[in-house]
């Protein structure tokens, strides 16, 4: 499968712009209504043209999926991380636009910052939901 990863990015770009802004409103915040519009249209661009084979997968589904590798540091200090080629598409993209900024190794990101990704996504998708119930109509 072909991934048009500069698309991929720039929807996830827009994601990640929409959902932070999101977070610092109430549910059912007029504010939120350009927000939720924007999130609908991404969730419609999800739908009609998924980017990435693990488009569908759950959080859970990603836990189980995504190992944990130990790493040694160059001064021999050990600790864990996961590897890029490990998080499937669009994951990958989503943990990469959520973390722009974070510190990294080359071969991958710490293994607590990509559990506290798949955190907040929940949380995040939790939040969104309740702004969604709070009167906002596709």
Same mark, same amino acid.
């Given at each position: &499968? /072909?991934?048009?990863?500069?698309?991929?990015?720039?929807?996830?770009?827009?994601?990640?712009?929409?959902?932070?802004?999101?977070?610092?409103?109430?549910?059912?915040?007029?504010? $939120?209504?350009?927000?939720?519009?924007?999130?609908? /249209?991404? /969730?419609?661009?999800?739908?009609?043209?998924?980017?990435?084979?693990?488009?569908?997968?759950?959080? /859970?589904?990603?836990?189980?999926?995504?190992?944990?590798?130990?790493?040694?540091?160059?001064?021999?200090?050990?600790?864990?991380?996961?590897?890029?080629? *490990?998080?499937?598409?669009? @994951?990958? &993209?989503?943990?990469?636009? $959520?973390? $722009?900024?974070?510190?990294?190794?080359?071969?991958?990101?710490?293994?607590?910052? @990509?559990?506290?990704?798949?955190?907040?996504?929940?949380?995040? &998708?939790?939040?969104?939901?309740? *702004?969604?119930?709070?009167?906002?109509?596709?």
């Amino acid at each position: &499968m /072909d991934i048009d990863l500069k698309a991929l990015w720039q929807r996830e770009r827009a994601r990640r712009e929409a959902l932070w802004t999101l977070e610092r409103l109430r549910p059912g915040s007029e504010e $939120a209504n350009p927000l939720l519009a924007v999130l609908s /249209d991404i /969730d419609q661009q999800d739908q009609n043209s998924p980017i990435g084979e693990a488009c569908s997968l759950t959080i /859970d589904q990603l836990r189980e999926l995504v190992p944990e590798t130990p790493f040694q540091g160059s001064d021999g200090y050990p600790f864990v991380i996961v590897l890029d080629q *490990h998080i499937p598409q669009p @994951w990958r &993209m989503r943990f990469e636009a $959520a973390s $722009a900024g974070s510190t990294r190794l080359h071969e991958g990101s710490y293994a607590s910052d @990509w559990r506290r990704f798949l955190r907040l996504w929940v949380r995040e &998708m939790e939040h969104h939901a309740a *702004h969604r119930k709070g009167g906002f109509h596709d």
